[in-house]
């Protein structure tokens, strides 16, 4: 049984230093983040610039999007090989390392030759710096949610979740406003020349400027207690979350499908898919998209804190319904009413705030002993899945039917909805978690 003073210290408000562990490593994620995806919003540049010339342009835009895809696909070895030194000698080094694994290959897309100058290297070279950084980015945000998770009181765990997913989505905000920066001051073909570069490597020397700021972090106080108590894992972290934790693991893929399909259909395709579709320019619809990722960031961090008061399936059903509600009439309304795009992609962008549902429910769902593996293995696999598939399958889909995007994101929700109501019964709370004191907990 805890002691009444580490129920007083379970129960405390946030302090100064859960502040500024809070505000470095959101603000070291939307940096990282940035990095990952500024690949596709120069899609386009990229898909000339790295392929034949003669390929035809459906071929070069499905090429182009499956290296963005690649990226996905890596991010379940990074993130499992992080996630394993995570739980056996802290979660501050893999924090900080996977800021470092992210900088390096960004800058070097940003550096490279294209196809015209090394032939098919261009491509493949390509290919392996978008793996790397999605090995990268695989340890980011599991070893982030866990890390700030494990920082707070467990009261305000869903807060926590809440900066570090708006710190994430914040890192898409800065690449769409990079992006409707370079649109604005650069003339097409100026863009499809050099200044589609600017964006890498500004983001690789922001990625550095990252690790430094993790030097400031302290590792988790629960990390700290299982250390002192010999209390870690003996076998590998990984194998114990297959044998002793399938429910949690299906729990956390499964809401991770949902945030999949949010984040990429309908923020990060979405402006290229609305100028395909509707003939909207390449700066409207980054405009758009910053202001509906703007509100995203604030709704992600907004719904932390209703994630701690009401919990993550009244906040998921009434979210998940809005999310469908906003799809369609983003994809509806451009269509019919294309003066409307902004307010649409705002709203659009307000709901997918429901995102952050994703991490409050991965954390509670792992004992603290395999929690790093636990989530990165379950949000990096799913993410591999799903997120590796949706671009192309949403892309090839939108030639059949305009609105296969919100039909996606619909479906997606459904599963979503289904898989969050049968946990009404479950506990979705970090309080006492099993295997650590409750007064570690509580720091």
Known sequence: MAQPGAAAAHQRSLNRQDIRTLVLASLGGALEFYDFIIYVFFAAAIGHLFFPAEMPDWLQQVQTFGIFAAGYLARPLGGIVMAHFGDLVGR??????????MAIPTLLIGAMPTYETIGYAAPVLLLVFRMMQGAAIGGEGPGAWVFVAEHVPAKHVGLACGMLTGGLTGGIMLGSLMATGINSVFTPAEVADYAWRFPFLIGGALGLVAMYLRRYLHETPIFEEMRA?????????????????????????????????????VILMTPALMQKLHGFTPVATLEANLIGTFLLTVCAMGSGVLLDR????????????LLIISTYALYIGAATHPEMLFVLYAFAGAT???????????????????????????????????????????SALV????????????AVVVVFLITIATQSGARLSLSAPQGVPAEAAAR
């Open 352 to 394: 997918v705030g429901i995102i952050n549902v994703v991490p409050f429910v991965m954390v509670n769902a792992f004992p603290p002993s395999v929690r790093f593996s636990g989530v990165s293995f379950s949000y990096n696999v799913a993410y591999a899945i799903f997120g590796g598939i949706t671009p192309m399958l949403v």
């Open 229 to 265: 108590q010999a209390a870690l894992t003996k076998d590998l972290p990984v194998m114990q979350v297959l044998k002793g934790h399938g429910r949690a693991v299906i729990l956390s893929m499964l809401v991770t499908w949902m945030l999949t399909a949010a984040v990429v259909v």
């Open 310 to 321: 009401f919990g993550a399936v009244k906040v998921g059903l009434i979210g998940g319904v």
């Open 92 to 101: 501050k080094r893999m924090f900080t390392l996977s800021v470092f694994l």
């Open 399 to 410: 030639a059949v039917d305009p609105l296969s995007p919100a039909h996606y994101v619909a």
